[in-house]
């Protein structure tokens, strides 16, 4: 499950619930992306990985991976580095029906499909052609990153985990 993570909220948390209590998924590996692939700026790399961890934390099943650190940020390549460390892995790609409306923007998506076949999962506000029904709540980063801006903190907490909460005031991060 990639992603920016920035910062992470409870739809990612119910996102790795979802796939784990509906598939056959035996655990989902969360990557937060080390740059935005599209160049959006994002929080330290570090805090993200952090935050990431915090919030779930509670999910056995859930690990989080440091793996685009080292890599170009392009998903294939980090399809072929997880596949080359872990040849006994059947891998998936557990994504938004919101990204995968900029699958034509993916360096070679087709052949991420074929080595990752995705997972899509819908929130509640957003519409795709043959996306599957909303099994997430509408909440976006950029909505959370203006909350924490106008320090809206008891709009944030039903949001964001209270762990990620605390990382995020005790760092100073989006203000």
Do not use: Q
């Not at 619930?17 to 655990?27: F, G, I, K, P, W």
């Amino acid at each position: 499950f990639g992603g920016s993570f920035n910062p992470p909220h409870v739809a990612h948390v119910l996102a790795v619930a979802y796939v784990l209590s509906t598939s056959d998924a035996e655990r989902v590996l969360v990557v937060p992306a080390h740059k935005h692939p599209f160049g959006k700026p994002l929080a330290p790399f570090d805090d993200r990985v952090r935050m990431a961890e915090l919030a779930l934390e509670p999910l056995p099943g859930a690990s989080v991976s440091r793996i685009e650190e080292t890599l170009d940020g392009l998903t294939l390549h980090t399809f072929e580095a997880l596949k080359k460390a872990h040849p006994e892995w059947s891998l998936r790609l557990v994504m938004g029906a919101d990204i995968l409306l900029e699958a034509d923007k993916w360096f070679r998506f087709d052949d991420v499909k074929k080595l990752a076949p995705p997972i899509v999962l819908c929130r509640a506000g957003v519409s795709s052609p043959g996306a599957p029904p909303h099994v997430l709540p509408e909440i976006s980063s950029t909505r959370v990153r203006e909350l924490v801006a106008a320090k809206a903190w008891e709009e944030l907490a039903p949001l964001v985990p209270h762990r990620v909460l605390d990382h995020i005031r005790a760092r100073g991060l989006y203000a």
